[in-house]
């Protein structure tokens, strides 16, 4: 395992890598340019030198970094403070048994979760690459493989709750693990509640001409996936409670508890927590729901992954195994068209153009459907606009030079770009119109400049 560090002081730059070489971790100098490890920075103070380095190697290395603070006499370094400009985690610095121990599992961990992350499982499945929805599948993969903890997960119609469901099911580390069984709250008849949920005994009711499992007992071993909770009425939600909080439930007419163990996992498109909060749904089994939240950005907050969701779906519809590819322009109508419905609209235009498509040549704009082509579809934004002129004048107001200003603004370009070509500065560098070398000199000498100069050009 490689994991970069930044560190100042050459005394704990060297313990740490006698700690690290131990667990055969290999550290390495920051270097700018991008990297897919992890890092390490050590810090003594939140200043302004610290944050800044820790903004610039965030959006550099593709890794989480935690931020190391030395003792020192107060004020200390600030947790937020180096949380927000990017650090993953903090701790401080302990001359005592053990400490190495701690950093190195949490890199150890790290690496864990990042090899789930490339795993076909995960990569196949769960489509996307933009900075958004990595983060959201990190927490994801690690407390699906690392705990059995129960999990809420939130967001608009159509962000793939359901598949994230399955992919908790399918990490979870259980041995002899059973089923996934989906109960869809919307469909639930509350007068059928009792035996949808718990089963019923043979003429238990009319119509009851024999005995039936109900979720709870299909569970068991395995794990509940409770689609749209927030659906389920007041008095339903009472009668949920006690079989997720004692994991023990009683068939419609029989008389006997039975016991069942399942890993619950529950989704709602709806605030639950806004919602326990003002009464509309009931605070005790939302907290037995939710011991970890995940919330699933909307596409309009991941664009950067409409072009691989939309070359995942033309293979998903293509009838051999040589789907054809998507032309400029297509592209640049999924990447401008909005989706109120999500990855779900997305999968199913790209559908009804796959299905129009004839030939084995590039998918082109003559395969939208004519009720999609330019419906609803924004004109072409300029990027000189007033966004970009407010921006510029924010920073001539605060009497940053022209020096400074051009150099900010190359910096982000590059950052963004890298972003975009997923982490390639070759095809970046084709984006921003210069060579991969120019690109990458150019940036590194920037940075030894401001490194050098500070911020008084």
Avoid at 376 to 390: C, H, K
Wanted: aromatic content about 8%; hydrophobic content about 40%.
């Amino acid at each position: 395992m490689q994991i970069w560090v930044h560190a100042a002081d050459g005394d704990h730059l060297h313990q740490l890598q006698r700690a690290f070489a131990g667990a055969d971790i290999d550290l390495t100098p920051y270097e700018c340019g991008g990297t897919e490890t992890h890092g390490l920075v050590v810090v003594s103070c939140a200043d302004t030198d610290a944050l800044a380095f820790l903004r610039r190697a965030r959006h550099d290395a593709a890794g989480r970094i935690l931020a190391i603070r030395l003792p020192a006499p107060p004020p200390m370094a600030d947790a937020w403070d180096l949380l927000d400009a990017g650090a993953a985690d903090v701790i401080s610095w302990r001359d005592e048994p053990g400490f190495f121990d701690d950093v190195i599992a949490r890199f150890q961990r790290w690496h864990a979760v990042d090899d789930l992350l490339r795993s076909p499982v995960v990569r196949d499945n769960l489509v996307g690459r933009s900075s958004a929805w990595t983060r959201v599948l990190r927490q994801v993969v690690e407390i699906a493989r690392f705990t059995s903890a129960s999990m809420l997960v939130t967001g608009e119609s159509g962000t793939g709750k359901e598949l994230i469901a399955r992919l908790v099911h399918t990490l979870d580390a259980r041995p002899r693990k059973s089923e996934l069984i989906v109960l869809d709250c919307t469909t639930v008849v509350p007068e059928l509640s009792g035996s949808e949920f718990f089963g019923h005994e043979r003429g238990a009711f009319t119509g009851a001409v024999g005995a039936r499992q109900g979720a709870f007992a299909l569970a068991n071993g395995g794990t509940l996936f409770l689609d749209e909770v927030g659906e389920l009425p007041a008095a339903l939600q009472a009668e949920l409670l006690r079989a997720v909080q004692e994991h023990t439930y009683k068939p419609v007419g029989g008389n006997t508890w039975q016991r069942t163990e399942f890993r619950l996992v529950s989704a709602s498109n709806r605030d639950l927590h806004a919602e326990a909060t003002r009464g509309g749904f009931r605070r005790d089994l939302f907290y037995r729901l939710a011991s970890w939240t995940c919330h699933l950005p909307p596409l309009a907050d991941r664009t950067d992954d409409i072009p691989l969701l939309a070359a995942s779906f033309v293979r998903q519809a293509w009838r051999d195994d040589r789907p054809p590819p998507l032309t400029d322009d297509v592209v640049d109508y999924l990447m401008r068209r909005p989706y109120p419905g999500n990855i779900r609209e997305l999968k199913q235009l790209v559908f009804r153009m796959v299905y129009r498509h004839v030939g084995h040549g590039p998918i082109s704009i003559g395969d939208i459907p004519e009720g999609e082509r330019m419906a609803r579809l924004p004109a072409a934004r300029s990027w000189q606009n007033d966004d970009f002129e407010r921006v510029v004048r924010t920073a001539v107001m605060m009497r940053a030079t022209l020096r400074q200003i051009s150099h900010a603004a190359e910096d982000a370009a590059i950052r963004v770009a890298v972003g975009a070509e997923n982490g390639s500065w070759r095809q970046a560098a084709d984006r921003l119109g210069v060579t991969g070398r120019a690109l990458q000199m150019r940036r590194a000498a920037w940075r030894k400049t401001a490194a050098r100069q500070g911020t008084d050009e």
